[in-house]
């Protein structure tokens, strides 16, 4: 996770210690970091011997955890107002964008991002370089290119194919790249102009076909999806994880249920692009309805017991002198915190 050799051993001292398995939140906490691991830790009376060696960082106010996971994020874009026009045009200037937000990730305390959509190989070569040392930033798990139909969204980001047959070639090229996951466009998007987000962009029998090829090769499938039709098809397809899910009917939320998928909300996106000012309008018309869609559908899935996971979509547009991803110290942990003001405290 970080180039060069391990840093010097440190004690850190803080209030509280949450760590991150539900057990009740440590007091008066103490964490030996050594050799570039977690050496010992508990409360701070309880030290053992050789601990008093340490340069000790006390940390008044903070509360230790461990590394955050963003199931959602987007390495070479960099929180511009307008999607399309915040990718940088080259593949080398993409590649320095996605370093320099790793490492925005890392200091935000992100140890783990999944990389929903690259136009090519970028993020894919980021994950290759922070795994071998010469990157600093969290371990990225990268799709590589979205997988999109002809007209769909993000296709500046993705691979089009169209036709069950295109599907599976779709996930062997993202294979052949390096890819670890393999991301699906399944409805419109509010970045995109054309297709309206609750409409669905494949057929079922093509995202049949995309997650059968995934699955075979042991790649995960994440589908975005803003639409119930979408929702509906990805689910029954087998998908892993459902991005966005702003409308989600009974018959999603129960395939959720029965199938055990991932529902990554992504709260931060529509929210911020809306408080966007400088967002152009044609993107927060189509981000309007789904963002006041997405609370109802969210406690509804909440409350029926759907797994979900934190992802934030970093990357898209950020409200202008906001702390959220990706200009400025990252916020992962922001749609769960939010699960509070949605009357979800467990
Ligand atoms: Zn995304």
Not at 30 to 38: K, R
Not at 105 to 131: C, F, K, M, Q, S
Request: hydrophobic share 45%; net charge neutral; charged share 20%.
């Amino acid at each position: 996770m970080t180039a060069g050799g391990p840093p010097e051993p440190l004690l850190l001292r803080a209030p509280l210690l949450l760590d991150g398995r539900g057990a009740a939140a440590v007091p008066d906490a103490a964490l030996w970091l050594e050799g570039g691991t977690v050496a010992w830790v508990g409360p701070g009376a309880d030290l053992p011997s050789g601990a008093e060696r340490l340069r000790v960082l006390e940390l008044p106010g903070c509360t230790l955890l461990p590394g955050l996971v963003d199931a959602h994020v987007h390495l070479v874009a960099s929180a511009g107002p307008e999607l399309a026009r915040d990718i940088p045009p080259t593949e080398a200037a993409r590649t320095l964008a996605a370093v320099a937000n790793c490492r925005r990730h890392l200091d935000g305390g992100t140890t783990l991002v999944r990389d929903l959509g690259a136009p090519g190989g970028e993020a894919i070569a980021i994950a290759n370089a922070v795994e071998a040392g010469t990157v600093e930033g969290p371990t990225v798990v990268a799709a590589g290119p979205a997988v999109t139909m002809t007209g769909g969204h993000i296709s500046y980001m993705g691979r089009v194919a169209d036709g069950p047959e295109q599907m599976r070639a779709a996930v062997r090229a993202n294979l052949a790249m390096g890819a670890r996951c393999i991301k699906v466009v399944a409805t419109g998007g509010v970045l995109t102009r054309g297709l309206d987000p609750r409409v669905a962009a494949y057929t079922q029998q093509e995202l049949d076909a995309l997650v059968d090829e995934a699955h075979r090769f042991g790649l995960k499938v994440a589908a975005h999806a803003i639409g119930e039709g979408g929702v509906v098809a990805a689910l029954r397809a087998g998908v892993d994880s459902v991005e966005h899910g702003m409308f989600l009917d009974k018959t999603g939320i129960g395939l959720f249920l029965d199938t055990g998928a991932r529902y990554s909300a992504t709260f931060a996106a529509p929210d911020c692009i809306m408080r966007g000012r400088t967002v152009p309008d044609w993107i927060k018309d189509r981000a309007r309805p789904a963002a006041e869609a997405q609370r109802a559908s969210f406690r509804a899935a909440v409350v029926a017991g759907v797994r979900v996971v934190a992802g934030t979509d970093a990357g898209r547009p950020v409200p202008e002198g906001s702390p959220g991803p990706v200009r400025r110290p990252y916020r992962s942990a922001a749609p769960l915190v939010r699960l509070k003001g949605l009357g979800y405290e467990r």
